[in-house]
């Protein structure tokens, strides 16, 4: 039996898809390591922040607003990036392909060699 989070799910639901308890673990992973980024983040930038206090003096406030806010930014990037890895073990363990993530390719525009011809004169010349 397979849980996700609290809930328990169904063995043929598992046997259906045999990747559900390797993503369900790479899930969780992926949230406590966001989780101990925030943390040690925040610890960390407060440190940092308090060793460098006395050259940029400003109350205690700012100081712990500053860490929240960037740990929460670290925090997020973390867990994206590694739901992101899940989501593609995912799909790899359910169709046997690993997802092309790579941007498509931009196609290049021609430039006019020359001024074109319509019925209402040249392009690019001014009729006063």
Same mark, same amino acid.
């Not at 101990?36 to 400003?58: N, S």
């Not at 790899?92 to 941007?103: A, N």
């Not at 525009?109 to 690019?124: F, H, I």
């Given at each position: 039996?397979?849980n996700l &989070?609290?809930t328990?799910?169904?063995? +043929? /639901?598992?046997? !259906?898809? @045999? ?8 899930? #969780? ?14 610890? &960390? ?5 308090? +060793? /460098?206090?006395? !050259?940029? @003096? ?8 500053? #860490? ?23 799909l ?12 498509p ?24």
């Open positions: 039996m397979v &989070g609290l328990k799910v169904d063995d +043929a /639901l598992v046997a !259906k898809h @045999p990747g559900l308890e390797s993503y369900a673990a790479c899930q #969780s992973h992926a949230f406590m390591k966001g989780s101990g980024t925030f943390v040690l983040g925040v610890a &960390g930038f407060f440190a940092i922040q308090k +060793a /460098l206090q006395r !050259k940029l @003096p400003y109350p205690l406030q700012w100081n712990l607003l500053i #860490s929240i806010v960037a740990s929460s930014v670290g925090s997020y990037a973390v867990t994206r990036w590694e739901t992101q890895k899940c989501s593609d073990l995912w790899l363990l359910e169709t046997g392909k690993v997802p092309d993530r790579s941007p390719p931009v196609p290049r525009q021609e430039e006019p060699t020359a001024p074109q011809k319509t019925k209402y004169g040249d392009v690019g010349t001014t009729i006063y």
